[in-house]
């Protein structure tokens, strides 16, 4: 396994050429470079601060494969893999648990929604079930369960430490010869007719043929750099921690109500982690734990988990999202500027859960080869305008694709 690196090692010189540079440390941007190096590229990965400094620095991240989007669940599934088998490759302690991920459902047309869900995702080799309020009981005492009609849940699914992943697909691409800069921010991307021939940065200027574009929320403005138009919106998300609680809480599932994305599991030492999407979060750059917003959290688990609703949150955290019109993700090759420009950014909650996979298809698509999962429809393409200035958003744009994604939280 994999020992940690001190930060200063990763301040060097630029090299002064690289066949591709990925623009961004975060999850995604780790997992390509790794997979890129691994397949023989040579690889320069920038980030403007420290690795998992954006998205990918939250404390705990959850990993599924429960989705209402084939391509979604695929994305999941291969990941869950890839994550089983993260201690042998790249070669890293990520602290992997998998109690499963539970979901609430509270009205009618949510079960129908996830019946539909279940299906498809077994077809596709994921073992969810709907549940019974017994089941649910014996999942997760805390859980009102007169209060939902239906549930859905997979044992496989669980959540990992992000920071662990990023410097773990980090080391594994320096291993493979790849170089790692942090606070190394890019600034421009020069082209010269048909081809990109370089990336400015705030410390110089390397040579390149190709960009991966893997900025999380920040990405819209580095596409600009690159000619492109992403649309991608960073809105905060902030999570609670208890203290450790007295007796100690049972191991539950990830467990979401799906009406108010209210969710909460096990978090050490013997305490929970809570967390809720707050719908009133204007679109901003802004990562500052708010207290106020803890009257919205405790009417959720007090709906939910009445047991819970005076537990004290002894601590909490705010990070950004990074979200797409039908939050879905940006998978792909842009077409329409010069050069090799790849984009993997808007995951809208769930990159983390699908670095694994997106940085084995990111790989293909540069290679040529077609990705082991058809990601054609997450191309930026579909939210291109036609001739009545109309985009095509929400549209089935590729294989499998089913419009917006509904299980996010």
Excluded at 22 to 32: H, L, M, N, T, W
Excluded at 84 to 92: I, K, L, S, V, Y
Excluded at 194 to 200: E, I, P
Aim: proline share 7%; hydrophobic share 40%.
């Amino acid at each position: 396994m994999t020992s940690a690196r001190h930060p200063a090692d990763r301040r060097g010189r630029l090299p002064a050429r690289a066949e591709v540079v990925v623009v961004g440390g975060g999850a995604i941007g780790a997992s390509v470079a790794f997979h890129l190096a691994e397949d023989g590229v040579d690889v320069l990965l920038l980030e403007a601060d420290e690795l998992a400094s954006g998205s990918s620095g939250k404390p705990i991240g959850g990993v599924r494969a429960q989705f209402s989007d084939p391509a979604n669940v695929d994305l999941g599934n291969r990941s869950l893999e890839l994550y089983e088998d993260f201690a042998n490759r790249p070669g890293a302690d990520i602290g992997l648990q998998q109690p499963g991920y539970l979901f609430l459902l509270p009205d009618a047309d949510d079960v129908t929604l996830f019946e539909e869900s279940v299906a498809m995702q077994n077809e596709r080799g994921v073992a969810s079930r709907m549940l019974s309020p017994d089941a649910v009981r014996r999942l997760n005492p805390y859980v009102d369960v007169d209060r939902y009609k239906g549930a859905a849940y997979a044992a496989r699914d669980g959540f990992a430490h992000p920071k662990a992943v990023v410097e773990g697909y980090a080391a594994g691409a320096e291993r493979h010869g790849a170089t790692v800069r942090t606070h190394v921010t890019a600034v421009d991307v020069e082209t010269r007719g048909d081809d990109v021939v370089a990336v400015w940065t705030n410390q110089g200027r390397v040579r390149t043929g190709a960009v991966v574009l893997c900025a999380g929320a920040w990405t819209r403005d580095v596409a600009t750099k690159a000619g492109l138009d992403l649309p991608v919106d960073p809105y905060r998300r902030q999570i609670g921690f208890t203290p450790a609680l007295e007796p100690a809480p049972s191991r539950i599932p990830f467990t979401i109500d799906y009406g108010t994305t209210f969710y909460f599991h096990n978090a050490a030492p013997d305490g929970l982690l809570l967390g809720i999407a707050d719908p009133a979060t204007p679109i901003a750059f802004e990562r500052t734990y708010d207290p106020a917003w803890l009257p919205l959290l405790r009417g959720a688990l007090g709906a939910c988990a009445p047991e819970l609703v005076d537990v004290p949150v002894a601590r909490g955290w705010a990070g950004l999202y990074e979200m797409t019109p039908d939050h879905n993700a940006l998978i792909g090759e842009a077409a329409g500027v010069p050069g090799r420009v790849l984009y993997a950014a808007g995951f809208s909650g769930h990159g983390f859960l699908q670095a694994p996979a997106v940085g084995e298809a990111v790989r293909d698509l540069y290679a040529g080869r077609t990705p082991p999962i058809d990601v054609s429809g997450f191309s930026a393409d579909r939210f291109a305008a036609d001739d009545s200035g109309t985009t095509t958003t929400g549209t089935t744009t590729g294989p499998g694709r089913r419009g917006p994604e509904a299980n996010i939280i």
